[in-house]
Nanobody, 128 residues
């Protein structure tokens, strides 16, 4: 059974940084692409970033490009989201997601239905 557990959220002032972690278990982590989504109160869940199974491809929503960096450590079965220069509009619950198919470079990487497994989320609050 695949499990994803996020950590690293918290309260930070605008301009600050946080690093989110998502620890995966239940299968061979290195074979699967991973993504991050976020959901602010009253808004739909939106794509934030994705890293391919090989780690060679990364994708970002336009609003976080140049500020957020996704990475993975296959030895630790963990994917990270380094968030710098945080803004109040980054305030949201952040969710880790994992592909259902191994070695997939899905065309739907920025859609919720492109992923089969989800974590419970970690809250990020950025104060102005």
């Amino acid at each position: 059974q695949v499990q994803l557990v996020e950590s690293g959220g918290g309260l930070v002032q605008a301009g600050g940084s946080l690093r989110l972690s998502c620890a995966a278990s239940g299968r061979t982590f290195s074979n699967y692409g991973m993504g991050w989504f976020r959901q602010a109160p009253g808004k739909e869940r939106e794509f934030v970033s994705r890293i391919s199974w090989s780690g060679s491809l990364t994708y970002y929503v336009e609003s976080v490009k140049g500020r957020f960096t996704i990475s993975r450590d296959n030895a630790k079965n963990t994917v990270y989201l380094q968030m710098n220069s945080l803004k109040p509009e980054d305030t949201a619950g952040y969710y880790c997601a994992a592909d259902g198919t191994a070695y997939s470079d899905t065309d739907y990487y920025n859609r919720e239905y492109g992923y089969s497994y989800w974590g419970q989320g970690t809250q990020v609050t950025v104060s102005s």
